[in-house]
């Protein structure tokens, strides 16, 4: 077995050798090719980790959230290129005017739980949709505006891939090791408490509503951030990228990632991203194919692993460090139940008068 | 007066046109354990409601150690005193403490369905009871300042003092719904002290427990007492209440009936009426 401290510290092991291939991978002479995506991945990992802590710790559904990745974009492009702001004073005003608005809706809206907060949300991202499209005097209409320009610090610009790459990443980590912070606190049990039992949350002196507003404040915060280094990146923002569809590949990778993780949305943001990008690029003739499989995705994850599909990795490595020496003896009597069991899963697919014959 | 923890004056609550809770008048005294008795019905949950600030009461008062609990909102002295009298403005011109405010102030309640987190373990389900005696926020708690990390470390020795108190330190580690009832309700109390609290009000805590597990819960509800903290509990199991209350209050279809001591209570008139079922008033 592993000696006692490494088990203890084994987290920082991983930490420690995340870090190590982030910094290398977008070297040519290891995983160069694919900076740009992981430019990506980052960007929509920002948004997932704000996703997680609003749906998975606080259980409150937001199905808007490109509304305020969107905000956060167009707030940049526009004040650094129409009136000529210094992009990072930008960035902070749009994170601030975009948490400003989050908390002015937060009230009302977190009057509201469950299937009509997910409406009133799912509502919020499609006129802020529309509000890109329409106010063409400043966003540019459906075209979209070019020209934005790149983050610099001095004289040093952020004008390759591989420079932007590490200024995303830097974010991105910053912003999970903050959130982590926060799940493990005082603060953190908070939330998890309102997700658990609102009336009892409440009884223990825990501000429901204001707790709600402020987590969904730092989780608009976060997609703003996310939208910033987004038009800073590509320089173009236009509305198709911050449209339903968006929203719903952020709540798709916050559910693959494990809702009530944090890390797992890297995890989530790299698989929904590498899917989209890299292993669906060959079906031209079908653009949208990657949306069917995300929806399907969405189904086999909440029927076989409710808990999210990295949580469910986890837990499955878990087991095999507990149980590996037993492995031979359980599958010798276990073994014979394991394709009863997959069986078992498969079933509940279909209503049960499918496949079982019917009483007489 | 000083002399009681809380009172309640003319406290009505109707829900449409069923007044559940009409016209009571408490006053509890401090340190004392005080069951509220009643048929199915009677209103006891809705005047704990009341009382933890779950509901606003359609009228009267309740003072908790001295301090009213209703109080004007910052926009009530904006208004000039004309408007007020003229009735014509729709606006609430006074505000009850919310149920957290009241928890930070000292009231702490348990529920009936014992309602724990299901997505936290035992230790951490108390930790949260330590909520309003601590104060970092996210700030604090995203950088992991000295503050927060001091603060932490007292809610942690706070909580298993409360574990410890219930006897149920050894099962900290645990999902809290994996415990049996009679440890969740045990779980729930402790997580309920862990506030601090001056008053605890306790919702039918020995439903569904079996004879061993009801002492237990007694022995717990006395040691609470000794701690110096009121209890007002709500119990249908006459043999429990009889044995702990030094008080008791017997409501009936939200009006209260009869108070006293057990020996004076069981007594009662309008009690036994009450229970047993009464003639119709006008025969």
Not at chain 1, 238 to 264: C, E, N, R
Request: glycine share 10%; net charge positive.
């Amino acid at each position: 077995m592993m000696p006692g401290w490494v088990k203890s510290k084994w987290r920082y092991f991983v930490v420690a050798a995340l870090m190590i291939f982030l910094v290398l991978l977008p070297f040519k002479w290891f995983l160069g090719q694919y900076t740009s995506i992981m430019i990506f991945i980052g960007i929509s990992t920002m948004i997932t980790v704000g996703l997680c802590l609003l749906m998975g710790y606080t259980g409150q559904v937001s199905l808007g959230q490109a509304a305020y990745y969107g905000l956060g974009a167009y707030f940049s492009a526009v004040l650094s290129k129409t009136y000529g702001w210094n992009p990072w004073l930008a960035m902070v005003i749009a994170a601030i005017a975009t948490g400003s608005f989050a908390y002015i809706i937060g009230y009302p809206i977190f009057r509201l739980r469950g299937n009509y907060l997910a409406m009133a949300t799912l509502g919020i991202g499609l006129i802020m949709w529309v509000l890109f499209n329409q106010l063409s005097q400043y966003t540019g209409g459906p075209d979209g505006m070019s020209g934005i320009p790149y983050l610099s610090i001095g004289g040093f610009a952020f004008d390759t891939n591989f420079k932007r790459y590490f200024l995303v990443w830097f974010f991105c980590l910053a912003i999970l090791f903050l959130s982590q912070n926060i799940v493990r606190s005082r603060t953190g049990r908070a939330l998890r408490a309102i997700h658990g039992n609102e009336a009892a949350a409440q009884s223990l002196g825990i501000n429901v509503t204001q707790f709600k507003v402020k987590i969904f404040v730092l989780s608009s915060v976060y997609a703003s951030l996310a939208g910033s280094l987004f038009a800073h990146h590509l320089r173009h923002v236009s509305p198709q990228s911050f449209d339903f569809l968006a929203s719903v590949k952020l709540v798709v990778m916050a559910v693959i990632g494990g809702l009530a993780s944090v890390w797992g949305a890297i995890f989530g943001a790299g698989t929904t991203r590498l899917l989209s990008d890299k292993l669906l690029l060959g079906f031209n003739q079908f653009p949208q194919l990657d949306i069917i499989i995300y929806g399907l995705i969405l189904m086999l994850v909440m029927i076989f692993t409710p808990e999210g599909l990295f949580i469910a990795l986890k837990s499955g490595i878990k087991w095999l460090q507990l149980n590996w020496r037993h492995l031979p003896e359980i599958m010798r009597t276990q073994g014979k139940e394991l394709p009863h069991r997959i069986k078992d899963r498969l079933t509940r697919l279909v209503p049960a008068r499918w496949w079982r014959k019917a009483e007489p | 007066m000083s002399g009681t923890i809380l009172e309640t004056k003319g406290l009505t609550k109707a829900f449409g046109g069923l007044v559940a809770v009409d016209n009571v008048d408490l006053a509890i005294e401090p340190g004392r354990i005080t069951a509220i008795i009643g048929p199915n019905g009677a209103g006891k949950t809705s005047l704990f409601n009341l009382i933890a600030g779950v509901y606003r009461p359609t009228s009267g008062d309740i003072i908790f150690n001295g301090r009213s609990l209703k109080y004007a909102p910052w926009y009530a002295k904006a208004i000039p005193p004309k408007l007020k009298q003229q009735k014509l403005l729709k606006v609430r011109l006074e505000r009850h403490a919310p149920a957290h405010k009241r928890t930070a102030l000292g009231i702490a309640r348990t529920f009936q369905h014992v309602n724990l987190f299901g997505n936290m373990s035992v230790l951490e389900n108390i930790m949260t009871g330590q909520h309003p005696r601590s104060k970092y926020g996210f700030f604090a708690a995203a950088l992991r300042l000295p503050k927060a990390r001091r603060e932490e470390e007292m809610i942690n020795l706070n909580a298993m003092k409360y574990l410890n108190m219930v006897g149920l330190g050894k099962h900290s580690g645990k999902n809290a719904l994996s415990l049996p009832l009679g440890q969740q309700k045990l779980l729930s109390i402790a997580r309920a002290m862990a506030t601090e609290p001056k008053l605890i009000l306790l919702d039918e805590p020995g439903a569904g427990l079996n004879a061993l597990e009801k002492r237990e819960l007694s022995d717990l509800i006395k040691r609470i007492r000794e701690m110096g903290i009121t209890v007002i509990l709500v119990e249908h199991d006459m043999p429990l209440v009889m044995g702990i209350a030094e008080w008791i209050i017997v409501l009936d279809s939200g009006r209260k009936i009869a108070e006293g001591t057990a020996a004076q209570v069981q007594k009662d008139k309008k009690v036994i009426a009450a229970y047993l079922g009464e003639e119709t008033e006008d025969a």
